[in-house]
């Protein structure tokens, strides 16, 4: 058995920028996937949710949200996949279904005949798993939550503004 050689400073380097050029060319390809996603309107039972999920819903933050989609609509549409399967947008999800439960006319009005804003991208993440998850990935890191302080300040610029929570 031949002993193990231990790569150089050099040898690793190159092995790490070796692989950051393979995440910025999945990072590339997944950004012109999502640019080709087609925008349309889902109805609610046809989209499943994802077996694995890397975040736990947040029951504080689903009923956030609810309150918030009662108001806005729904600002960002949900995430799916070509057979409708929810690749980001869980919590928003919950929110569409708690909102539909507990404020129906706001639901009704914001999503006429069940039907939800989706993007669908162009992939099956049964077959491309890894790109499903740095889907959700990318959308998860990208948003930022406001601080509670904020969400105060927001919803007093918002009632100041008129609007009403429903």
């Given at each position: 058995?031949?002993?193990?050689?231990?790569?150089?400073?050099?040898?690793?380097?190159?092995?790490?920028?070796?692989?950051?050029?393979?995440?910025?060319?999945?990072?590339?390809?997944?950004?012109?996937?999502?640019?080709?996603?087609?925008?349309?309107?889902?109805?609610?039972?046809?989209?499943?949710?994802?077996?694995?999920?890397t975040?736990?819903?947040?029951d504080?933050?689903?009923?956030e949200?609810a309150?918030?989609?009662?108001?806005?609509?729904?600002?960002?549409?949900?995430?799916?996949?070509i057979?409708?399967?929810?690749?980001?947008?869980?919590?928003?999800?919950?929110?569409?279904?708690?909102?539909?439960?507990?404020?129906?006319s706001?639901?009704?009005k914001?999503?006429?005949?069940?039907?939800?804003?989706?993007?669908?991208?162009?992939?099956?993440?049964?077959?491309?798993?890894?790109?499903?998850?740095?889907?959700?990935?990318?959308?998860?890191?990208?948003?930022?939550?406001?601080?509670?302080?904020?969400?105060?300040k927001?919803?007093?610029?918002?009632?100041?503004?008129?609007?009403?929570?429903?």
């Open positions: 058995m031949a002993p193990k050689t231990r790569k150089s400073a050099a040898d690793m380097l190159q092995s790490v920028q070796a692989a950051g050029t393979g995440i910025q060319e999945r990072d590339r390809q997944l950004e012109a996937r999502s640019l080709q996603a087609k925008v349309s309107i889902v109805p609610l039972h046809k989209i499943v949710d994802r077996v694995i999920d975040r736990e819903l947040n504080r933050h689903v009923e949200l309150i918030s989609i009662s108001v806005l609509g729904l600002l960002e549409p949900l995430v799916l996949d057979k409708n399967r929810l690749l980001a947008g869980g919590h928003r999800k919950a929110a569409i279904y708690l909102l539909k439960e507990r404020n129906p706001a639901y009704s914001h999503f006429p005949d069940d039907l939800i804003p989706s993007r669908v991208l162009d992939f099956d993440a049964d077959r491309d798993p890894d790109l499903a998850l740095q889907v959700e990935i990318a959308e998860n890191e990208k948003r930022r939550d406001y601080t509670p302080a904020e969400v105060k927001l919803a007093q610029q918002l009632k100041l503004a008129g609007y009403a929570v429903t």
